[in-house]
């Protein structure tokens, strides 16, 4: 069975601009969520996507948005790129409902915000 | 506010050391508790995990005991091998009601020595 694929892998913008993340979870699986890891903060907790709705959310400005499609799959977008925005961001399916159990995470895709 | 606080490392061991992992939390509620750990180059992956008091998750020769009392979820493992060389994160997941709240630790990073 495929794990789950992030694309790009690694990009690159400038502040002002947008980036959109792409996140194949594994086949069967139905929540997604999403992960931001930089080396100050650590990991934190993006928000969460379940049967296409967004089922949770971690403490993120409305810059971040997502969205998840009828097949799983499941965009993060970043909209007005700041520095800080600067960082490893993780994708992870579920096959349960419960968070609880366990999540496959993805490699990652790295952004580089100049 | 929630929040989970591992050793800071990093942690330098010989091949078969004994090997323990500092991680306390701090929770309004009643969480799960969970051991991840992040290979060079790869996402992560969960170690094991615990849902309620005096639980103990293990797998690949580490365990974690859940301590409410202590409020502590410490990661050992007998002799460790070159292998386990990675960063190893604690975190907990907690419910509030029909959501849920997900915190990491700032990970530690592991490198052991032939």
């Known amino acids: 069975k495929a794990g789950v694929t992030q694309t790009p892998r690694y990009l690159i913008k400038t502040r002002g601009q947008q980036v959109t993340l792409s996140c194949s979870p594994i086949s069967g699986h139905r929540s997604v969520s999403w992960y931001q890891q930089t080396p100050g903060q650590g990991l934190q907790f993006l928000f969460e996507?379940?049967?296409?709705?967004?089922?949770n959310k971690g403490n993120f400005p409305g810059r971040f948005s997502g969205r998840q499609f009828s097949n799983s799959r499941s965009e993060m977008n970043v909209s007005t790129l700041e520095l800080g925005d600067s960082a490893l961001y993780l994708c992870a399916s579920s096959a349960s409902t419960s968070i609880v159990d366990t999540q496959y995470f993805g490699p990652g895709t790295r952004l580089t915000v100049l | 506010g929630d929040s989970v606080t591992q050793m800071e490392g990093p942690v330098t061991l010989s091949e078969e050391a004994f090997l323990t992992i500092n991680c306390t939390y701090t929770?309004?509620?009643?969480?799960?508790l969970f051991w991840y750990v992040q290979y060079p180059g790869e996402g992560l992956q969960l170690l094991l995990k615990?849902?309620?008091?005096?639980d103990k998750g293990s797998n690949k020769g580490f365990e974690a005991t859940y301590r409410k009392e202590t409020t502590s979820f410490h990661l050992e493992k007998g002799s460790v091998q070159v292998s386990d060389s990675a960063v190893y994160f604690c975190?907990?997941?907690?419910?509030?009601?029909?959501?849920?709240?997900?915190?990491f630790g700032k990970g530690t990073l592991l490198t052991v020595n032939p």
């Open positions: 996507y379940f049967s296409e709705t967004q089922r």
């Open positions: 975190a907990l997941i907690l419910r509030m009601g029909s959501n849920y709240k997900l915190t």
């Open positions: 615990a849902t309620k008091a005096d």
């Open positions: 929770a309004t509620g009643y969480p799960s």
